[in-house]
């Protein structure tokens, strides 16, 4: 939804300084180059939640013709600064302001998890998408948001271990992610997601879960199994020929 006081559009600023042109790894070794791969031929790219357009120019570097739509006006506006190729539109994903049928590939990163409900982006993405165009969709891995996972170092017991908290309830946490900047995300069990994409008509194709970035393995250096556990999560899905419209089963 389009409101000049989300946390989004307070906090902005914090996103682009921390996150994008190089600053996290996780993007830099991980997102970007699954946007190569995954993107790569597509003519016509929609990215739903482009933030100041990482991700979009990378889409357009790769000779797409791209459009970027994102519910912040600051990240909007820094995404036109910053240029590479994309347009930009003003607009939430629950209502895309395009026709049916008309990208050829739709990307999606790190957006869903801050988004409740979440079922209506996924149903206009389906609705935007041409029968057989593909939905690249990045999403906080569920087992590391369920609330209360983390590792754990049982030193009385010589064991270390990844604990997962709650998996299947779905769960709003408001994280201060940094001091003064209090961010929404909605863990929700993974089937949550696929089950949605299968109701809209959007049909799994693959799933990467790729292990965590260097700078994360890093900081969990004293975890002999850190690279075990993933953090993040790409589903690519196909639109099938024949939509099915939501409310059905
Ligand atoms: C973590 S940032 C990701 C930005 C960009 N996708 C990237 O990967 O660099 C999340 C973005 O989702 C946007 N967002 C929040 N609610 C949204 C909604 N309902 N529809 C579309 N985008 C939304 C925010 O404004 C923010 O720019």
Known sequence: MVTDDSPWERHARWWQEGFTEGADREYEEQILPLVDAQLAGSGTVLEVGCGEGQVARRAAALGAEVVGVDPSSAQVTEAYRRGGGPCYVRAGGERLPFPGDCFDAVVVSLVIEHVEPFEPVLAEIARVLVPGGRLVLFVGHPIAQAPGSSWVDDADFGDQYWRLGPYLPDHLAVEEVAPGVELPFFHRPLGRYVHELGRVGLLVEDL????????????????REAATIPRLLCLRAVRAGALRRPGGS
């Open 208 to 223: 990467i879960e790729p292990p965590p970035p260097s700078d994360t393995l890093a900081q969990l250096a004293g975890f």
